[in-house]
């Protein structure tokens, strides 16, 4: 492809938007996304395609090719308007308060938007929302006691990345278990009881005895605030 950059691809969000046309329905990038994430917000990815978009558009769907030239750069928009939404925050005071309010509202864009979390961590995440998000958190990182050098600040935003694609992915997967069987999610973990029962009666697993039968069932948030704060702990070598 022939650009002004020479032979480079260019992203989407370099892109001019295509002159407007004299329609009764005016189009942009910012509301195909818009769209776009109000269906996947109600009927997941699968749901999801440009025809469908067209359809709620009132267009046809060729006109949204003059948009997004495939699927993957409209799931770019998307992506990149959510991190717009956990960029609203602005700065805080103290590395540890900037980085705790940004993955605090990561968790609550992907509990708005559960297909978000289905995107986290399988594709690189480039516009310019997702990068300004990454940028405060790095710089936050950078001010931890323990992180010195650019090595430690990787293996920071490494470990940082892992938990909250970890936490949210799991959270996610849980609330869409408990809808899918249309009953709460400690029913169906009890549904289970049986089976989990002669396995355990087995003796084999004496710590997962353990975790079933004195655990409780623990808060979603508190949980995830606690291991988020202990992560941070280890961050900043306990010196914050």
Do not use: C
Not at 21 to 36: G, M
């Amino acid at each position: 492809m022939d650009t002004p950059y020479g032979s480079e691809v260019v992203p989407v969000w370099e892109r001019p938007e295509p002159r407007p046309r004299a329609t009764p329905v005016p189009l942009s990038r910012a509301k195909i996304a818009e769209t776009a994430i109000r269906l996947a917000d109600a009927h997941g990815l699968d749901g999801l395609s440009v025809r469908r978009i067209a359809k709620e558009l009132g267009v046809g769907p060729m006109r949204l090719y003059d948009y997004v030239t495939n699927r993957s750069e409209l799931l770019d928009l998307m992506v990149d308007a959510v991190y717009a939404e956990i960029a609203e925050g602005g700065p805080h005071p103290g590395w540890r308060a900037t980085v705790l309010a940004i993955v605090r509202r990561t968790r609550a864009a992907a509990l708005d938007h559960e297909w978000f979390s289905d995107l986290l961590g399988g594709r690189p995440q480039l516009g310019p929302h997702a990068l300004a998000v990454g940028e405060s958190t790095a710089a936050a990182l950078s001010q931890a006691p323990a992180v010195r050098d650019v090595d430690d600040l990787q293996r920071a935003l490494g470990a940082l990345n892992a938990f909250i694609i970890g936490a949210l992915r799991r959270e996610v997967t849980e609330r869409r278990t408990a809808r899918a069987t249309g009953t709460e999610l400690s029913a169906w973990q009890a549904s289970l009881g049986p089976y989990l029962t002669r396995m355990l009666d087995t003796g084999r697993y004496p710590t997962i005895a353990r975790l079933v039968v004195d655990g409780a069932h623990l808060d979603a948030e508190e949980t995830f605030d606690h291991n988020l704060t202990t992560l941070l702990d280890g961050i900043a070598g306990q010196e914050g």
